[in-house]
């Protein structure tokens, strides 16, 4: 969990301008339901269905009506910022506490010499097989 520092300007039961007060984020990150890495959620409040991409970041919001609501915080998406929901039995499997490790790493291991091929793009070329 962070600790996040929130402007509550416009609240009602407080009229100090500029005051801030602490309040716990649940940072939780979304892991593939299939095989093609990819978690369909609700996006609210019309309720359209959209992919997010496995490790997305998102932070809880509320549980109501059998649904855990949640703010999407990251991606590659335009539905950064936006708020979706998942059933929360579905939240439970599907939102993770752990973030990605980091990249991937491939290991090439070279056989052979380098040798010419054609291609259609760039004609005769030098390749080097892996």
Not at 81 to 90: D, H, P, R
Not at 91 to 110: F, S
């Amino acid at each position: 969990m962070a600790l996040a520092i929130l402007n509550n300007n416009l609240a009602p039961s407080n009229r100090q301008s500029g005051s801030t007060h602490p309040s716990t984020v649940v940072t939780k990150y979304t892991k593939r339901a299939g095989d093609d890495g990819w978690l369909s959620v609700k996006l609210e409040p019309k309720g359209t269905l959209v992919a997010l991409c496995e490790f997305t970041k998102v932070t809880l919001a509320k549980e109501s009506g059998g649904r855990t609501y949640f703010r999407i915080a990251d991606g590659n998406s335009e539905f950064v910022g936006q708020t979706a929901s998942l059933k929360t039995e579905n939240a439970l499997k599907y939102l993770i506490d752990t973030p990605p490790t980091g990249p991937a790493t491939v290991k090439v291991k070279y056989t052979g010499a380098p040798a010419h091929a054609v291609s259609e793009f760039k004609g005769k070329i030098l390749q080097q097989w892996a």
